[in-house]
């Protein structure tokens, strides 16, 4: 199907030209066409005084935990994982999850964001969820070597890629999902790097996220993390490491030599106080560094605008310098790089042959006036209520902010129904 989206306000390639015009032809962006006549598209959207942006990337999130939003909160990441969030995880089941997922993806979408990279449990739900939802993902079963369910769960991603890998007209891509080294003793890292190398397929990590964790892994085994899943080999394999919040020089140096990408996650990071990852040092050094919000249950919502504000705010003040991370700077970590991060080169940006993925912005607010600067007002001043249209792989999801492929009025009657199963055993 062929659409024209007209009079729009065009970010591409750093900056923003008035009185645009995109054209679609199915899920790839055709041209930029300056005199197009509407008879010559099957559709025709009018997105007069309105910002068209890449389709924001999510690198990096637990999707179904949107049903532990404000469970717990205020607490130290061991703590909260230990004695809040697995035990309730406990509780999870195919229904469960695929509720919880369509609730994220309704956030996400209504959000602009158009891609996203999930690490969890019951991950042929959330796929399911995606693929009615319309949204672009990576999806990994998450592994713990040190759970009873290692093998199976393994054995689960392996089939999870044989079923999903290039589903849904391109939009799903599968990656293994060990869960981080204190969860994946060596040997089970072994095993995982082995059966991803068989198949080629990308493996989606947690490495470095908190001090004690590295301090952990140095008494016992000498090494960092990511010095340790360097040696292991898992390295060889392409890698997305979420949080990467305390590295030394020389794990950023293995990170660039091995193409390792990051998925920055500043609201979560500093809500669990893990502290704030070197970002402006990985830049430099040549790594790819995405956006992600990590699980609602952390985060608490799944906001791409605000990590944008975020890592721009943050590594600023953290280093001193008004510099450090830009607007645009902050905009192309949550686009283009955040594509490269999920392993796409025609992702993330708005030109001839790409993806169409794409958003409409209103800037008719006021905190969008006056306009000398609309990647400025897009990253400080905009917030994800002021998403009006989403395309995704040339299909409109959502219009003028009314979503097209989710019931909102059923999705919130089963997610209080789910959220009631789930809980139950706090009853008990």
């Known amino acids: 199907m062929t659409t024209l989206i007209k009079n729009i306000g065009l970010y591409r390639n750093g900056k923003v030209t008035e009185n645009q015009n995109i054209s679609l032809d199915g899920k790839y962006i055709k041209d930029?066409?300056?005199n197009p006549k509407d008879e010559d598209y099957a559709e025709v959207i009018d997105g007069k005084g309105m910002l068209a942006m890449p389709g924001l990337v999510n690198t990096h999130t637990h999707v179904a935990m949107t049903l532990f939003r404000s469970y717990a909160d205020d607490m130290e990441l061991m703590d909260w994982l230990q004695n809040k969030i697995w035990p309730a995880e406990d509780h999870l089941d195919d229904d469960i999850v695929y509720w919880g997922s369509m609730?994220?993806?309704?956030?996400?979408?209504?959000?602009?964001t158009t891609a996203f990279c999930d690490m969890y449990m019951f991950m042929d739900s959330c796929a399911k969820a995606a693929d009615k939802a319309g949204i672009r993902g990576n999806l990994a079963r998450g592994l713990a070597g040190i759970s009873p369910n290692a093998q199976s769960g393994l054995q689960e991603n392996i089939e999870l890629f044989?079923?999903?890998?290039?589903?849904?007209?391109?939009r799903f891509h599968v990656m293994l999902g060990p869960h981080a080294p204190y969860t994946c003793p060596p040997d089970y890292i072994r095993q995982v790097r082995d059966e991803a190398m068989k198949r080629g397929i990308p493996i989606h990590i947690h490495l470095s996220e908190t001090k004690g964790e590295v301090e952990n892994c140095l008494k016992e085994y000498g090494k960092t993390p990511i010095a340790l899943m360097?040696?292991?080999?898992?390295?060889?394999?392409?890698?997305?490491?979420?949080?990467?919040?305390?590295?030394?020089?020389?794990?950023?140096?293995?990170?660039?030599?091995?193409?390792?990408r990051v998925a920055h996650n500043p609201g979560s990071n500093l809500k669990l106080a893990s502290g704030i990852a070197p970002v402006v040092k990985m830049r430099k050094a040549g790594v790819t560094v995405g956006l992600?919000?990590?699980?609602?249950?952390?985060?608490?919502?799944?906001?791409?605008f605000a990590e944008m504000r975020l890592a721009s705010l943050i590594h600023k003040a953290n280093t001193y310098d008004p510099f450090a991370i830009t607007a645009t700077e902050a905009m192309e970590m949550a686009t283009v790089d955040g594509a490269k991060c999920l392993g796409y080169d025609d992702l993330g940006k708005l030109e001839k042959g790409a993806l169409a993925d794409i958003i409409l912005v209103d800037r008719s607010g006021y905190h969008w006036h006056p306009r000398f600067d609309s990647i400025s007002l897009a990253v400080y001043a905009g917030n994800s209520m002021?998403?009006?249209?989403?395309?995704?792989?040339?299909?409109?999801?959502?219009?003028h902010k009314e979503m097209t492929t989710i019931d909102t009025e059923k999705l919130y009657a089963e997610v209080d129904r789910v959220t009631e199963k789930l809980y139950a055993f706090s009853k008990k």
């Open 386 to 399: 002021d998403v009006d249209t989403v395309i995704i792989n040339g299909k409109t999801v959502m219009r």
């Open 162 to 170: 044989e079923k999903w890998e290039g589903a849904g007209d391109g």
């Open 32 to 34: 930029f066409p300056e």
């Open 103 to 112: 609730l994220a993806f309704a956030e996400m979408i209504r959000g602009g």
């Open 292 to 304: 992600g919000t990590d699980g609602a249950s952390s985060n608490n919502k799944l906001d791409m």
């Open 230 to 260: 360097n040696d292991l080999g898992l390295f060889e394999l392409p890698t997305l490491a979420a949080h990467c919040v305390h590295v030394t020089d020389e794990d950023i140096a293995i990170m660039q030599e091995k193409h390792v």
